[in-house]
């Protein structure tokens, strides 16, 4: 055996067992799942610094100078609405106000109501329990209000009902971190995809998007049909909600709606679907 080749075993005897150390350590070091993930945005969305939210002038203040990512140019007029919209949006969920969320949600008169929503709101109001009565109104106007009364306001229910860590008396929207919260505009060619895809996506930890309860005139579908471009808005809040519901981004995309000069609610959404929550968000 001559001197290079007796060097290279040498060296080969020397090295094989950091080699066979480091394959052991790699196969047996845990691996970070999509669930350890999930965890630690949560952990991430819980440390942030929360403002409550209020409806005081100085508070809408704030949301007014939220940024604007924009890749489509937006006018002086188009700009001031969609900056209503977006307080006018929290304004519908934070507070117990019918006619907040119905000037959230029908900035114009719809063409008509969902009537397979309203058929399952009608259904649902006859079997939750949050609604003790079972009594439900026929007409689509009054089957809608009364499940926003029962999902969202938890209007019949006692307070001081035994519901472990429920949230019912208390607001759905507590606190906003406006540090990482924003609005992006961007101009778009064909039909904007589900949210509830799009959250689930990004995030990996689940989703929860309302079904539309209402109807207008204008979709994004005939705009795009007519125009060939939509403009579109995606509002993106990062949000504190009541213990022990953890702190989460809230989605809200509207559309440009030119002859009607608004932005209309195209859909809203929450990354995490919920734990206990008894307010649920209508739409």
Known sequence: ????????????????????????????????????????????????????I??????????DRLRITQTAKLSAVQESLLRQQTYDAVMAYYGDSY?????????????AFNM???????????????????????????????????????????????????TI??????????????ITVEEVKKTPGALSDSLMNKYQIGAFTPYPSFVFENTPET?????????????????ELPKPEPACPFYCRFYWDESNNSWLPLDIGIAVPGFTRTREFVF
């Open 1 to 52: 055996m001559d001197d290079n080749t007796r060097r290279k075993l040498l060296l080969f005897l020397f090295l094989s067992p950091v080699c066979f150390a480091v394959a052991i350590l790699l196969l047996v070091r845990p691996q970070k799942t999509e669930h350890d993930a999930s965890i630690s945005q949560i952990v991430k969305w819980a440390t942030l610094k929360y403002e409550p």
């Open 54 to 63: 209020s409806a005081e002038v100085g508070f809408k203040d704030k949301i």
């Open 99 to 111: 006619e907040a969320y119905r000037k959230f949600r029908t900035p114009i008169p719809p063409k």
């Open 116 to 166: 397979k929503q309203i058929e399952y709101q009608k259904k649902s109001c006859k079997e939750d329990w949050r609604n003790p009565g079972k009594d439900v109104p026929d007409d689509p106007e009054g089957i809608h209000k009364k499940f926003w009364e029962v999902d969202f306001l938890n209007k019949y229910v006692d307070p001081a009902t035994e519901v472990k860590n429920s």
């Open 169 to 182: 008396g208390k607001h759905l929207f507590e606190g906003i971190n406006f540090e990482n919260s924003g």
């Open 223 to 239: 705009i795009l049909e007519e125009r060939g471009v939509l403009t579109m808005a995606t509002v993106v809040l990062q949000l």
